[in-house]
């Protein structure tokens, strides 16, 4: 799950799994709450401050496809005034990763804003060559782009990557972020396993995961529309990342300013039937 534009993840597809842990495919329900804070700002910028909390459910299976709530409310300090920010998503991906249902509403100071909702899908599902993206709000339109993954293949990729020791790649990315109209580039550098600290603040929302061992991991997003060539990705994200999908320890760079997003409950849900049950 990416964080949209103060707003969203793809790449927070954070997944948890029961105590025992899952492998990359095993995605399990859960509920993560991060508590935000400012970690730097330029002057150019103008933000002094930042407070708030980000939501994130995960629901579904392979067999079902997967379901994702998210919530990010911010409150954004400026010289001049404090503004109240509240981004609501849905979205529904099929469990092979061919089509994404996406609903985003946000919210300035508890008045709507914007809203967005459309379809994409992967065609032809036998050998894609494209993404068709078909938008129903804020207006009727069609959009056709590169093929691409969605969210929870996004984060698949990564954890297949991880576990076969890699530690750098690069692939593309469609999240239905800003106004769903282009598929990202994503660069992702896979740091090495290690175990967290006994003083880590983070350890009590992770309770039965505390002793398991975890990935650095750096994600940085590049515009593909971005006919200039600039090098410099358009936002980027760093956590740690579990065997079994859960994700801590956010730090999220938007490059005139970044925030930090610490682990603070985790809900683990029931384990979905498998597809033969």
């Known amino acids: 799950m990416r964080i949209v534009r103060l707003a969203l993840p793809a790449f927070l597809s954070a997944i948890p799994a029961t105590v025992v ?19 730097e700002a330029s002057d150019r910028s103008g933000i002094t401050g930042i407070t708030g909390r980000m939501v994130y459910e995960f629901n579904g299976s392979a067999c079902e496809g997967y379901t994702v709530t998210f919530r990010f409310v911010t409150q954004i300090d400026t010289a001049d005034l404090s503004r109240v920010t509240d981004q609501q998503t849905t979205t529904y991906e099929d469990g092979d990763g061919e089509s994404f249902r996406f609903v985003t509403r946000s919210f300035v100071d508890e008045a709507l804003d914007t809203e967005l909702r459309g379809t994409a899908r992967l065609t032809p599902a036998s050998k894609p060559d494209a993404t068709v993206v078909s938008i129903e709000k804020p207006e ?19 954890l297949k990557k991880a576990e076969s020791g890699e530690t750098f790649y690069e692939t593309t990315l469609f999240d239905a972020s800003d106004k769903a109209d282009q598929v990202m580039t994503t660069t992702v550098i896979i740091g090495r396993e290690a175990k967290a600290s006994a003083n880590d603040p983070e350890q009590k929302a992770l309770a039965p995961m505390a002793e398991e061992p975890f990935w650095p991991v750096d994600v940085a997003y590049f515009d593909m529309k971005d006919e200039q060539g600039e090098e410099l990705p358009t936002y980027r994200i760093s956590f740690k990342l579990y065997e079994n999908g859960v994700t801590r320890d956010l730090v999220m760079d938007y490059g005139d300013f970044s925030m930090t997003g610490r682990l603070v409950d985790l809900a683990l849900f029931d384990e979905p039937l498998s597809c033969t049950e």
Not at 21 to 39: E, N
Not at 140 to 158: D, K, M, N, S
């Open 21 to 39: 842990p899952a492998h990359a495919g095993a995605l399990i329900p859960h509920r993560a709450v991060y508590d935000l804070t400012l970690d």
């Open 140 to 158: 009727t339109q069609e959009i056709r782009l590169a093929a691409t993954q969605f969210p929870t293949q996004h984060l698949l990729e990564l």
